[in-house]
């Protein structure tokens, strides 16, 4: 885990202060809100919010498709940086996309592009005077003739995990513990937490039961870290029942200039 130097971190707010926070998240279909043209698949930022104390709101700019690259060529950062206050975070998970190596438009080298893009991100939050939290992307669903789990998100992991250690970002390292928890739950389980339709075997996306699972792991870390207080947080252990996801008729998206 990323560790650094107190004076090169993002403030956080005062002990003893209660104002509400808001958790931004930037990143794309795994994290993003979905509507109900979409459903079952579902965020698992969608399901945030149920392990968070409500003073602590939740504000979803993930969308669908986007790398680190896209994401900012779209202004969609900037539109973050206008509203976030201080002592807010910016969660920051990108990779799937990243790797699209014959679509220019989101394609970044792990080593290259894609650190410099987080390292904008960082700069940006903290130009804020908000908190920037890295979290390694949550893996697919895939398994060996074994059935063990597989990584599948190549040196991206990895080049996060650098830059958090030299920018001394708290690192969610949701790659292993979503790949660790697709291990534990094996190759038949496991489908029972992806958008699995009669129509698609979707081993990328969650549907409800997949996107309270890894919220869950999200929640668990930001507590474990101390990026945010025992306060809080909330129902960490508890089961979440599925009917709590709910799916919005109209996606602002398609009304997007």
């Known amino acids: 885990m990323a560790a650094a130097p107190a004076a090169a971190r993002s403030p956080r707010l005062p002990r003893g202060h209660h104002r509400m926070r808001t958790l931004h998240i930037a990143g794309d279909s795994t994290a993003a809100q979905k509507y109900a043209g979409a459903a079952p698949e579902t965020g698992w930022g969608m399901a945030l919010p149920f392990f968070l104390h409500p003073r602590v709101a939740v504000a979803n700019h993930a969308v669908n498709g986007r790398s680190t690259k896209s994401f900012l060529d779209e202004g969609r950062l900037d539109a ?13 998970q990108f990779a799937h996309n990243d790797q699209k190596v014959t679509d220019p438009s989101r394609y970044t080298e792990p080593w290259g592009g894609y650190q410099t893009n987080l390292r904008r991100y960082v700069a940006g939050a903290r130009g804020r005077g908000a908190l920037p939290v890295l979290a390694t992307s949550v893996e697919r669903r895939r398994f060996d003739a074994d059935g ?5 998100l190549g040196e991206y992991p990895a080049a996060m995990r650098a830059v958090a250690q030299e920018e001394g970002v708290d690192l969610l390292d949701i790659q292993e513990l979503s790949l660790a928890l697709w291990q534990k739950l094996g190759p038949e389980r496991s489908t029972t937490y992806f958008n699995w339709t009669p129509d698609e075997q979707d081993n990328t996306h969650f549907n409800p039961p997949g996107a309270i699972a890894v919220a ?20 960490l252990d508890a089961e979440i029942p599925a009917e709590w996801i709910t799916w919005p008729d109209t996606d602002p998206e398609e009304n997007r200039a």
């Open 80 to 92: 973050i940086l206008e509203v976030i206050r201080p002592g807010d975070l910016l969660l920051i």
């Open 216 to 235: 869950r792991l999200v929640a668990a870390e930001l507590l474990r870290l101390r990026v945010l207080p025992a306060r809080d947080t909330r129902r």
């Open 148 to 152: 063990t789990a597989l990584r599948t």
